[in-house]
């Protein structure tokens, strides 16, 4: 399974408050098979096989440009476990057995 934190900024929106793309990001995610997803305070967390976290990814940064942004920058990075499953959750597990 692969875990990608994503942030998606329009630019050229004319306010520097963005919260109302955030919503409509979420929405769309709500739309994507095959994926779990996390709002946090400074990005996305999407999960699922590597195909549906990018279908995800091009569909939340296609997103803003659907509601009139001029430009849309997108930051992703991914961690795409094979050896073994792999989730935020079990991620953030193993480290609080070790505190």
């Known amino acids: ?3 990608a934190e ?3 900024i329009p630019i050229g929106t ?12 979420q929405r769309v995610l709500e739309k994507q098979e095959g994926v779990k ?19 995800a990814i091009r569909a939340i ?6 509601s009139g942004a001029g430009r849309v920058s997108t930051s992703i990075k991914i961690d795409d476990r094979r050896d073994k499953a792999s989730s935020s ?9 070790k505190l």
């Open 89 to 97: 959750e079990q991620k953030l597990q193993s480290v609080r057995e």
């Open 14 to 25: 004319g306010s520097t408050s963005l919260s109302s793309y955030v919503a409509e990001l």
């Open 37 to 55: 997803f996390t709002l946090t305070s400074m990005s996305t967390i999407i999960e699922g096989s590597l195909d549906d976290v990018f279908a």
């Open 1 to 3: 399974m692969a875990i």
């Open 6 to 8: 994503v942030t998606v």
């Open 61 to 66: 940064h296609e997103a803003p440009f659907q």
